[in-house]
């Protein structure tokens, strides 16, 4: 992983870079609050280990600027022993742990390694499905378009994640019946032909963008830009 340790006292700070760096992550040190503030927004960190005592700008301060910018590097806060009330600010601020000084650097290590589990889980979860300017974040279950957010019942948000998971490919009314609707739909009404209409108003009407949703005569819908063929 790629770590940033903000920690005043070099001594610390350098035990935290070798010991981390033999277990094979890479490591920067800043031992100013403004100057690693500055670091934690300018690059991309898995993981920020910071300690609360620093110069320029604490680190209960640098936290909550951090989670202010939806920096998403989970936070280790370093603290002084029996601190509660450190811990506690440190935790309203946007900590996700925090580990009281000094430490065994065996204890680091799990910590590190139980956010990284933590953070990989929550990445895998997530997913925004997109094609040109429309997005579909699949974990809060929005739409939008342009910035627009675009509000979708319980079948279209269904018929666009299909569209979408799906885009370049001619999606039969059989197939989408069954992947919306289920075994039991009744293929002899015109239902696909209607939502397949309500979906397209939404994500195209008053939009700049092209048209997204494509009819393919006597095979069904495609999802594609105009540049592409199925």
Same mark, same amino acid.
């Given at each position: 992983?790629?770590?940033?340790?903000?920690?005043?006292?070099?001594?610390?700070?350098?035990?935290?870079?070798?010991?981390?760096?033999?277990?094979?992550?890479?490591?920067?040190?800043?031992?100013?609050?403004?100057?690693?503030?500055?670091?934690?927004?300018?690059?991309?960190?898995?993981?920020?280990?910071?300690?609360?005592?620093?110069?320029?700008?604490?680190?209960?301060?640098?936290?909550?600027?951090?989670?202010?910018?939806?920096?998403?590097?989970?936070? &280790?806060? #370093?603290?002084?022993? !029996?601190?509660?009330?450190?811990?506690?600010?440190? %935790?309203? *601020?946007? @900590?996700?742990?925090? /580990?009281?000084?000094?430490?065994?650097?065996?204890?680091?290590?799990?910590?590190?390694?139980?956010?990284?589990?933590?953070?990989?889980?929550?990445?895998?979860?997530?997913?925004?499905?997109?094609?040109?300017?429309?997005?579909?974040?699949?974990?809060?279950?929005?739409?939008?378009?342009?910035?627009?957010?675009?509000?979708?019942?319980?079948?279209?948000?269904?018929? &666009?994640? #299909?569209?979408?998971? !799906?885009?370049?490919?001619?999606?039969?009314?059989? %197939?989408? *019946?069954? @992947?919306?609707?289920? /075994?039991?739909?009744?293929?002899?009404?015109?239902?696909?032909?209607?939502?397949?209409?309500?979906?397209?108003?939404?994500?195209?009407?008053?939009?700049?963008?092209?048209?997204?949703?494509?009819?393919?005569?006597?095979?069904?819908?495609?999802?594609?830009?105009?540049?592409?063929?199925?």
């Amino acid at each position: 992983m790629k770590i940033l340790v903000i920690e005043d006292e070099s001594k610390v700070g350098a035990f935290i870079k070798r010991g981390l760096e033999e277990h094979h992550h890479q490591v920067d040190v800043y031992t100013d609050g403004v100057q690693g503030q500055l670091a934690a927004t300018s690059a991309d960190f898995d993981l920020i280990i910071l300690d609360i005592m620093l110069p320029g700008i604490n680190g209960i301060t640098i936290c909550r600027n951090l989670r202010a910018l939806e920096v998403p590097a989970p936070v &280790l806060m #370093l603290t002084a022993l !029996n601190a509660t009330q450190d811990i506690v600010d440190g %935790l309203n *601020a946007g @900590a996700d742990d925090y /580990l009281a000084k000094p430490f065994h650097f065996s204890e680091l290590i799990a910590r590190i390694n139980a956010l990284a589990r933590r953070r990989h889980s929550f990445k895998q979860d997530k997913e925004v499905l997109t094609l040109a300017d429309l997005r579909l974040d699949t974990t809060s279950k929005t739409a939008s378009r342009e910035g627009q957010e675009i509000i979708l019942t319980a079948k279209e948000y269904a018929l &666009l994640e #299909l569209f979408l998971k !799906n885009t370049g490919k001619v999606l039969s009314r059989a %197939l989408i *019946a069954e @992947a919306v609707w289920g /075994l039991e739909f009744d293929t002899g009404t015109n239902t696909i032909d209607v939502y397949v209409n309500y979906l397209r108003n939404k994500i195209e009407k008053g939009f700049s963008g092209e048209k997204l949703i494509h009819t393919v005569v006597g095979m069904g819908y495609v999802m594609k830009l105009k540049g592409n063929h199925p």
